[in-house]
């Protein structure tokens, strides 16, 4: 139902499939660790692809 949904509401996003909350919670993760200290200014989309251009 869920590939369904996506094509027709996208059917030209990169993944082909909606990204599962676990995908956000991990770049939630790695903002929130001293690993994105040098990660500043920065617009991360966590949105499977979805959006392609701005």
């Given amino acids: 139902m869920?590939?369904?949904?996506?094509q027709q509401s996208n059917?030209?996003?990169?993944?082909q499939r909606f990204i599962e909350p676990s995908e956000i919670s991990n770049l939630a993760?790695?903002?929130?660790s001293p690993?994105?200290?040098?990660?500043?200014?920065?617009c991360l989309r966590a949105d499977g692809g979805v959006l392609k251009t701005i």
């Fill in 2 to 6: 869920k590939n369904a949904i996506m």
């Fill in 11 to 15: 059917p030209h996003s990169l993944l």
């Fill in 29 to 32: 993760t790695y903002l929130s």
């Fill in 35 to 42: 690993l994105s200290l040098a990660t500043n200014g920065s």
